[in-house]
């Protein structure tokens, strides 16, 4: 995400859905279960090759709170990334997940207050949620994300972002634009647009895409990323592509709902609390 996060194989898979099977002796009679295998839905999709896609990583949120053994949340205090001028933080306002959706929120505080830093501070008047996948990552794959942005009309200052970068970059790095596939970004001046964009192999390529009052319903936001091309989907259809996508790293997935830069930056009429919604995230290798 420019304010600004995939299958080892067998073994990244087991951590990535959740479980790790532990070696070791066991009494007569006791039975080893295995991690469930993760389904995406049910949906079968095929490659163009002819094979078809294996999913590797599937989310549906339908527990009680977020799944800290697959999702972990971004703090500004930990890590430094901060989406625009808000705070990171975990609290049950910015990030929830209830009635089978994870909410990642901005809002608006009351006073201003100190917002650290591993290195210094900023004051701010907003707290945002924002997080990623803990132990999944992988490199090339098919990954949609059913989300719903917030509605804005069309007033600046918002930005969400379905994003994925190499596992082992700090967040610091990420957000300078290195090395990273921002699956869809909208910024609530412009109501009607989504962009896509591929940063830094060996220069970047992005686009605006038709979605035309994204903020009123759930949309299918899909990459499929090979080592040649990365291809954008949304809610089916292709909108754009782009090349020089190679990488010897796994990529894990990120999804934040904070503040715009620039010219998407906050003023006092930004809508608050602003709400993203996640239905599931589904990774396919």
Not at 92 to 120: D, M, Q, W
Not at 128 to 145: C, K, L, N
Not at 225 to 235: G, L, N, Q, V
Request: glycine share 10%.
């Amino acid at each position: 995400m420019k304010p600004a996060r995939l299958l080892w194989v067998a073994a990244a898979a087991l951590i990535g859905i959740g479980g790790v099977l532990v070696p070791g002796s066991r009494s007569a009679g006791a039975s080893t279960s295995l991690p469930p295998t993760p389904k995406c839905g049910g949906v079968v999709l095929m490659k163009a090759t002819g094979t078809q896609w294996v999913c590797t990583f599937d989310e549906e949120f339908n527990g009680k709170g977020l799944n800290t053994t697959r999702w972990k949340a971004d703090l500004t205090s930990a890590n430094g990334f901060h989406p625009g001028a808000a705070c990171a933080i975990r609290t049950h306002r910015t990030i929830s997940v209830a009635h089978g959706y994870l909410n990642l929120r901005v809002h608006r505080t009351a006073e201003p207050f100190v917002c650290a830093k591993p290195r210094g501070s900023f004051v701010s008047s907003w707290k945002a949620g924002s997080v990623h996948t803990r132990t999944f990552a992988q490199a090339y794959s098919r990954i949609s994300v059913r989300a719903k942005f917030p509605q804005a009309h069309g007033i600046a200052g918002l930005q969400s972002a379905i994003w994925t970068y190499p596992s082992n970059m700090t967040v610091n790095k990420a957000i300078t634009g290195t090395r990273e596939i921002d699956i869809a970004e909208a910024y609530s001046r412009w109501p009607d647009l989504v962009m896509p964009t591929v940063h830094n192999f060996l220069g970047g390529s992005t686009a605006n895409c038709s979605v035309p009052n994204y903020g009123a319903r759930f949309h299918t936001y899909t990459v499929v990323w090979t080592p040649t091309r990365a291809t954008f989907y949304y809610d089916g259809v292709q909108c754009f592509w782009a090349g020089r996508t190679g990488t010897s790293e796994p990529f894990l997935i990120a999804l934040t709902q904070g503040l715009g830069t620039k010219s998407d930056i906050d003023s006092p009429a930004t809508p608050s609390p602003a709400l993203m919604k996640v239905a599931w995230v589904r990774v396919w290798a």
